[in-house]
T-cell receptor, first 112, second 112 residues
């Protein structure tokens, strides 16, 4: 089973409120990634976990947090949502470097 | 910093006619090249991965990599209306934690 699951599929949030998105995989993959995709823009890597080590991209360092309580789960946390956070958030996992990334169906976040 | 560009932005072909999509990248030391597809409201589906110059075929999808010219092409043989989707090119390096840099994509419409 190469399924990556994401919850919720759709999320409506108010400006200034926190948002927590969940991703899970049962493939025992070492690495889990979070990407943000906005309409007419390329998917953008936000951060990734290799095992228990979190790596955040420099330009999104302060905007997103994440946790990985175990190998199967990874969350993406926004402390105070702004309108600019409205996007599709894609989670992916990979067993090792240079190997395929398997993507989940995404969570569409709308901030009002 | 890696730059990935795709052309055309949108493409309409008739059912059964070959569709050709173009992707250019900026860093010649890139190692891994992938084509993904995203149907509306769905996650990313990997179509074909290529790691060395030449061609790689997966079903009706053929990737053609020419590192010297910084191009990777995707050819879709006998596309069906169900192949209508957003097609994304992604580039990564073995030394870069397999972080994917995406293009903005090509919207393909296959008309019956």
């Amino acid at each position: 089973d190469t399924t990556v699951k994401q919850n919720p599929r759709y999320k409506l949030a108010r400006v200034g409120k926190p948002v927590n998105l969940i991703c899970s995989q049962t493939m025992n993959h070492d690495t889990m990634y979070w990407y943000q995709k906005k309409p007419n823009q390329a998917p953008k890597l936000l951060l990734f976990y290799y095992d228990k080590i979190l790596n955040r991209e420099a330009d999104t360092f302060e905007k997103f947090q994440s946790s990985r309580p175990n190998n199967s789960f990874c969350s993406l946390y926004i402390g105070s949502a702004g309108l600019e956070y409205s996007a599709m958030y894609l989670c992916a996992s990979s067993p090792d470097w240079g190997i395929e990334q398997y993507f989940g169906p995404g969570t569409r976040l709308t901030v009002l | 910093q890696q730059k990935v560009q795709q052309s055309p932005e949108s493409l309409t072909v008739s059912e059964g006619a070959m569709a050709s999509l173009n992707c250019t990248f900026s860093d010649r030391s890139s190692d891994n090249f992938r084509w993904y597809r995203q149907h509306s409201g769905k996650g990313l589906e990997v179509l074909v991965s290529i790691f060395s110059d030449g061609e790689k075929e997966e079903g009706s999808f053929t990737a053609h990599l020419n590192r010297a010219s910084l191009h990777v092409f995707l050819h879709i043989r006998e596309p069906q209306p169900s192949d209508s989707a957003l097609y994304l090119c992604a580039v990564s390096m073995d030394s870069g934690y397999n972080k994917l840099t995406f293009g903005k994509g090509t919207v393909l419409l296959v008309s019956p």
